[in-house]
């Protein structure tokens, strides 16, 4: 089965950067895209970022355009998430997502979810 495991989380400034790592079990970047979503308290799950599985095109939300990165090491099943010049509103639960299909990653309906990894950014 495929695992995902988010890690990178934590407590940052406003204005500072954060990279979230998501681990993938062995053959996940050979079939599937994958993608970041994020869920604050009260909020429904956004989409942030996504990345093909082949190609290696990738997608952003327009709040984090120019400031998030999206990008994946096949060598290590690992997909990043460079976040920069954070906002207090980029605060949420990351949570990476996987599957076969970039469409589904995109919409939200991927097979596959890490258990999250909280980002908190203080003002």
């Known amino acids: 089965q495929v695992q995902l495991v988010e890690s990178g989380g934590g407590l940052v400034q406003a204005g500072g950067s954060l990279r979230l790592s998501c681990a993938a079990s062995?053959?996940?970047?050979?079939?599937?895209?994958m993608g970041w979503f994020r869920q604050a308290p009260g909020k429904e799950r956004e989409f942030v970022a996504a990345?093909?599985?082949?190609?290696?095109?990738?997608y952003y939300a327009d709040s984090v355009k120019g400031r998030f990165t999206i990008s994946r090491e096949a060598a290590k099943n690992t997909v990043y998430l460079q976040m920069s010049s954070l906002k207090p509103e980029d605060t949420a639960v990351y949570s990476c997502?996987?599957?076969?299909?970039?469409?589904?990653?995109?919409?939200?309906?991927?097979?596959?979810w890490g258990q999250g990894t909280q980002v908190t950014v203080s003002s």
């Open positions: 062995r053959g996940t970047f050979t079939n599937f895209a």
């Open positions: 997502a996987a599957d076969p299909f970039e469409w589904n990653v995109r919409s939200g309906r991927s097979g596959f």
């Open positions: 990345i093909s599985r082949d190609s290696g095109t990738t």
